[in-house]
């Protein structure tokens, strides 16, 4: 842990603390004994975990929330410039870091494993960490998601930091790791590489940020990945030879790649075949990732799952179908981001060939302004028009009122109900259940 940075800090301030991975900063914080504060638009189930762990939490964004006596200010990606936090914490010369900017101080001077990919980083970072928590490595472990253990931080002893890398706005080029994982690299974020070696170029100044005596986890021969791999000097270790030789809890065939890479990193690391296999076959998943929510009253079940891009849709809808070969697979889709939507439209209308029902919700904005352009009918068009599947339905529905009241009239005890989507589309199944 990087003590220079860490030893001046007794009061910290969090702007947008209800994000997955700001909020694993705010706990790490804590635990340190720092007093910590936040702020986000709206509470949630983390904002509330915070606040039983200690932080003062505030609903909406106020310059007043920055104590005299702050000494950092650590703030979401998606926050604006203009924000009044941000803003007052800058005139009076506090230490404003991004979400990105404080992981890299926080991982300096440790052993980082970096794990990085378009899909599948979440659930291949928390396995590396079920396998070195559970043979006694003692990692800080930071990833974006909840652990079935409900926190989505682990506070470690040793020097290993396991750390979720995003490549969003080359968000991981703050890490230096010693181990660097990259599950795959697909055509994501365009709204700010513009093209897909736009991609590949952030990967490869990635890849090149890993020393000679570290390694790099990937499969070098799919074409996607091979090119970022030229320039460096580290050690290659293809996950793909990995004998994954025990039967996973999780289900689809992109867990087991994620596995094979936790397995090779383990390695790596010094962890025997034996001990990293029974810890990867006791792994029960993350919050939000194919995370199963209940039974509804007449029967079906309901789960969740984050995929928002048409390569995890592909991938999750076939570990479902494979999990449930005769049931009735209806998904709830939210897409996220117009531009993404819109980009990726041809992809997103082919990916659902697993399922026999899709009801499109209204496309979650996030941090983008209205596209008339594109929309939850569009998509649905799209689907219908592009989708081979004999039987397949497809709907666009306006409000998660019409959707909820749809799936209650229609719903048999045969029905494996699927909400999928990066924003908060997982309500619609918590008032199927609740």
């Known amino acids: 842990m990087n003590e220079d940075f860490l030893k001046n800090i007794h009061r910290a301030h969090f702007v947008g603390i209800g994000g997955i991975g700001v909020s694993a900063v705010a706990r790490l914080m804590l635990a340190r004994g720092v007093?910590?504060?936040?702020?986000?638009?709206?509470?949630?189930?983390?904002?509330e975990k915070l606040e039983n762990e200690g932080a003062a939490v505030f609903i909406g964004h106020e310059a007043s929330h920055i104590s005299e006596a702050c000494d950092l200010v650590v703030y979401s990606p998606a926050i604006p410039k203009d924000n009044p936090e941000l803003v007052v914490a800058r005139e009076r010369g506090v230490q404003t870091l991004s979400y990105p900017e404080a992981l890299g101080m926080i991982s300096r001077g440790m052993r980082t494993i970096a794990v990085s990919g378009t899909h599948g980083k979440t659930t291949t970072t928390a396995m590396v960490a079920g396998v070195l928590v559970g043979t006694q490595k003692n990692p800080t472990?930071?990833?974006?998601?909840?652990?079935?253990?409900?926190?989505?931080?682990?506070a470690g002893k040793s020097d290993l930091f396991i750390v979720e890398a995003c490549e969003y706005q080359r968000s991981f080029l703050n890490l230096s790791p010693e181990v660097l994982v990259i599950t795959n690299i697909d055509n994501d974020h365009l709204d700010y590489y513009g093209t897909f070696e736009g991609i590949q170029k952030a990967f490869a100044e990635m890849v090149a940020k890993v020393p000679?005596?570290?390694?790099?986890?990937?499969?070098?021969?799919?074409?996607?990945?091979?090119?970022?791999?030229?320039?460096?000097?580290?050690?290659?270790?293809?996950?793909?030879?990995?004998?994954?030789?025990?039967?996973?809890?999780?289900?689809?065939?992109?867990?087991?790649?994620?596995?094979?890479?936790?397995?090779?990193?383990?390695?790596?690391?010094?962890?025997?075949?034996?001990?990293?296999?029974?810890?990867?076959?006791?792994?029960?998943?993350?919050?939000?990732?194919?995370?199963?929510?209940?039974?509804?009253?007449?029967?079906?079940?309901?789960?969740?799952?984050?995929?928002?891009?048409?390569?995890?849709?592909?991938?999750?809808?076939?570990?479902?179908?494979?999990?449930f070969p005769g049931a009735r697979i209806r998904v709830v889709f939210q897409p996220h981001l117009y531009s993404r939507t819109k980009l990726l439209l041809e992809d997103f209308a082919k990916s659902f060939g697993d399922a026999n029902e899709v009801i499109v919700a209204p496309i979650y904005a996030a941090r983008e302004a209205n596209d008339p352009t594109i929309s939850a009918e569009i998509l649905a068009q799209h689907i219908i028009d592009e989708q081979k599947v004999p039987g397949l339905r497809v709907w666009a529905m306006l409000d998660f009122e019409t959707i909820e009241k749809y799936l209650r009239e229609t719903e048999t005890a045969n029905d494996v109900v699927v909400t999928m989507g990066a924003g908060d589309v997982f309500k619609v199944g918590e008032h199927l259940l609740g």
């Open 141 to 154: 472990v930071i990833v974006g998601s909840l652990l079935k253990s409900g926190t989505n931080f682990i």
């Open 35 to 47: 007093v910590v504060s936040g702020s986000d638009r709206g509470s949630s189930v983390i904002t």
């Open 212 to 323: 000679a005596h570290g390694a790099i986890v990937c499969d070098p021969n799919d074409p996607r990945v091979a090119p970022v791999l030229k320039n460096t000097v580290a050690q290659i270790i293809d996950y793909t030879k990995e004998n994954l030789a025990v039967k996973l809890a999780v289900s689809g065939d992109h867990n087991i790649k994620n596995a094979k890479a936790a397995l090779a990193a383990a390695r790596f690391l010094n962890v025997s075949e034996d001990e990293a296999l029974s810890h990867l076959a006791e792994f029960q998943g993350t919050w939000r990732r194919m995370e199963e929510k209940g039974k509804t009253e007449t029967g079906a079940f309901v789960y969740d799952d984050y995929a928002h891009h048409p390569t995890e849709i592909q991938a999750t809808l076939q570990g479902f179908r494979a999990k």
